[in-house]
């Protein structure tokens, strides 16, 4: 049965976002959010499909063949870049309005505001799968076959979810008091799209710049996410466990921060 709010409310003050209603209530939500956005086109859940294909396809015209770079391999290189990136661009730019954009729900009964950044998080993470198996079957029809290093694929997109979720729990925490902070966001992460190694591999880029260029946990993850689809290789792992250990730290401040401020915020969606 589709749990209600008013159901959920008393419990929800005794056990917290982890109670299991609560835990009904996010993934209940999720899926009503997907429902939704997939009626608001003709082509319903086709576009999630559809959409990041017409993006890639702008990038690989402009880059691949009016700048003519890459060569051979260039459509994989740039293809598995920019599906990871979109995931990770999505997932922040629909963070930090999150809590202020439920302003009407929390007004009307205690919800823990951590469900609503979680539901965001989810329903992105779910277009991103649908988008992920189309990469894949494409990598293998090109002749990317599988390979060991697959084993380490579920670690890598976990650290990503991590880094995910610590960012955008963070965005959502800190937006409804700091709003002109969405807009600072959207300009870095266009900055750091440019930096993440998209269009080009880290070799072509001075080696002194390497320690600034793996500063960046994108870089470092669409890197991995190459070494293991294109090329076979096993991903570094120090990098990886560097950016596991500071997203859980991450994650454990934003949690702490939006529990801390949890009955303030309704006052703020005013």
């Avoid at 729900?105 to 277009?127: E, S």
Wanted: charged fraction near 10%; charge should be positive.
């Amino acid at each position: 049965m589709t749990p209600k709010v008013s159901d959920i409310e008393p419990r929800s003050r005794r056990g917290g976002w982890l109670d299991p209603r609560m835990i009904d209530l996010v993934l209940y939500k999720t899926y009503a959010d997907l429902r939704a956005e997939a009626a608001k086109t003709y082509i319903n859940y086709l576009w999630w499909i559809v959409d990041p294909i017409l993006s890639m396809l702008v990038f690989y015209i402009v880059f691949g063949l009016l700048l003519g770079r890459g060569g051979d391999g260039f459509v994989a290189f740039l293809l598995t870049g920019l599906v990871f990136w979109s995931w990770y661009n999505q997932t922040l730019s629909h963070a930090g309005n999150t809590i202020l954009g439920a302003g009407g729900l929390m007004n009307q009964v205690h919800v823990p505001k951590l469900v609503f950044p979680i539901v965001t998080i989810l329903t992105d993470f779910t277009k991103f799968c649908v988008v992920l198996a189309v990469l894949l079957v494409f990598l293998w029809l090109s002749g990317y076959a599988i390979n060991t290093a697959y084993l380490a694929l579920p670690v890598l997109i976990g650290i990503q979810l991590m880094l995910c979720t610590a960012l955008s729990i963070l965005l959502a925490g800190v937006v409804p008091y700091l709003p002109d902070l969405k807009l600072v966001v959207n300009n870095l992460i266009h900055l750091q799209f440019f930096l993440s190694g998209i269009f080009f591999a880290p070799s072509d880029i001075p080696e002194q710049y390497h320690t600034w260029f793996y500063a960046n946990p994108m870089a470092t993850l669409i890197e991995s996410y190459r070494d293991i689809l294109l090329h076979g290789a096993w991903p570094h792992a120090g990098r990886l466990m560097a950016i596991a250990f500071v997203c859980l730290v991450v994650l454990a401040a934003a949690v702490a921060l939006i529990q801390r401020l949890d009955k303030r915020y309704p006052r703020l969606a005013q």
